[in-house]
């Protein structure tokens, strides 16, 4: 009996497999506040699965987190998903969404519906939400300028087309006013924004204020701090996934993640709730594996094709750009932009450290003489900060070193160059406006 429920099972399970209209259901027997667990459904499913639970007078969405022979862990894509014992939950399969061009302008969800109440979406060519990054061997080489506007930026940690970067900064530093500002860069073909956890409130201002005329060229995916862990975890998958269709069509596209630290911080929800232990800062092992195939997938296409210029946002937690996760972040990306807050206090905005920065292909960008003014300028910065707390005891005294002195001139007027409003023109030619302050 037992090996023809066997044979029985495998047989249902190949015919599901095969895409035929056969629903395949369990019931609910564990209801817990961070997870329900599912019988009649462990053949059937596949870590990552979406199913469909249907509660009082409703039903709602969830998703396989963990799966063994006792039953499947399935946690919800809603925070209150009144779902109670006994609870039908159905097999749907992987989850996927299917971008158009014509998204371009639009608000969606973590699931690629729309929330702007500007009607449907039209419909492409489906994918999957967590595909793997293109063969190394095949990737095009990063080579190209991918100016942004931002004067810092452009002369100190220029970017190329393809190129992944990250910018390091705690909170009220001014991270997502940056991150506006570079969306308006004229490089890109298309633009895919993620705002993961913010505050409602901010997702209208970011779109009437920061995008402005930019939204008609942007999708923006977005999934707020009051949506589950698992909205929050797939939010940064969709962006993604969008911006590989648009990149497979051969555009130029440029992906802003705000934050990188909040994706991680649902993995961390969801890992703990399948039963993983906590490591380093009580992230599970499971986070420092799921962060990398993520930002990899981002980068140059193909030979020919298009590509991903991705730049993530890290909310340092504390001020401390040392934290695991801003560590494992750093340690995969192309370069890193680090904001802090004692150059905000002093009104400097962007409160870009240009001394901690760094794009890792800037020699691509830079031509020789280029290179030689910027390296300039840097040496001339560091030499001032180095001597602030000197300066500040009274003991400097212009004449008694001549390089000093030359920074104690010309590092105010390096900043002012560098300084740019959130509202500001971009600034195309920074370096020779730097030439000119060390002439």
């Known amino acids: 009996m037992a090996d023809a429920l066997t044979r029985l099972g495998d047989a249902v399970a190949s015919f599901a497999r095969r895409g035929a209209r056969l629903s395949v259901s369990g019931v609910v027997t564990e209801v817990s506040p961070s997870h329900f667990r599912v019988e009649g459904l462990s053949k059937f ?86 595909a793997p990054p293109p063969n190394p061997m095949s990737r095009a080489r990063v080579d190209a300028p991918a100016p942004t506007g931002v004067a810092a930026i452009d002369a100190f940690t220029p970017l190329c087309r393809g190129q992944r970067v990250g910018v390091f900064a705690g909170s009220g530093v001014g991270k997502s006013t940056l991150l506006s500002m570079m969306t308006r860069s004229a490089a890109f073909d298309s633009a895919v924004i993620c705002l993961v956890g913010e505050r409602g409130r901010e997702v209208r201002d970011f779109l009437a204020e920061a995008l402005g005329q930019s939204a008609a060229n942007a999708v923006v995916v977005v999934a707020t701090g009051d949506e589950s862990p698992m909205m929050r975890r797939l939010a940064p998958l969709a962006a993604t996934a969008i911006a590989e269709s648009y990149r497979d069509q051969g555009q130029s596209v440029l992906l802003i993640m705000d934050s990188v630290t909040r994706y991680a911080h649902a993995l961390r929800e969801i890992a703990l709730a399948a039963g993983e232990p906590p490591a380093a800062n009580g992230f599970a092992p499971s986070v420092f594996a799921d962060i990398p195939r993520l930002l990899e997938r981002a980068g140059p296409g193909l030979d020919g094709g298009g590509s ?11 001020d401390n750009h040392n934290d695991p996760i801003a560590d494992c972040i750093r340690g995969t990306l192309d370069g890193h932009i680090v904001l802090e807050r004692e150059i905000a206090e002093q009104g400097r905005y962007p409160a870009i450290n240009i001394l901690k920065s760094i794009s890792r292909l800037a020699d691509r960008v830079w031509s020789p003489p280029e290179r030689e003014i910027v390296a300039k300028a840097r040496a001339l910065v560091a030499r001032f900060e180095d001597t602030r707390d000197l300066r500040l005891l009274g003991g400097y005294q212009p004449g008694g070193d001549a390089e000093l002195d030359r920074a104690v001139q010309l590092t ?22 730097l030439a000119a302050v060390l002439s």
């Open 45 to 130: 499913l596949r870590l990552d699965d979406c199913v469909l639970l249907e509660g009082a007078g409703r039903s709602c969405h969830g998703q396989a987190i963990r799966i063994d022979r006792a039953g499947v862990l399935v946690k919800s894509f809603e925070s209150n998903a009144g779902v109670g014992l006994g609870a039908r939950v159905t097999r749907l399969g992987p989850i996927e969404i299917a971008p158009h061009l014509d998204w371009k302008g639009r608000v969606i969800d973590a699931l690629g519906r729309p929330i702007d109440g500007l009607g449907p979406l039209n419909q492409g060519p489906t994918r999957g939400l967590d």
């Open 412 to 433: 105010p007027a390096i900043y002012k160059a560098l300084q740019q409003a959130p509202d500001a023109p971009p600034k195309p030619n920074v370096i020779q406006e």
């Open 308 to 318: 991903i210029t991705a730049i993530f946002s890290v909310l340092v937690d504390g």
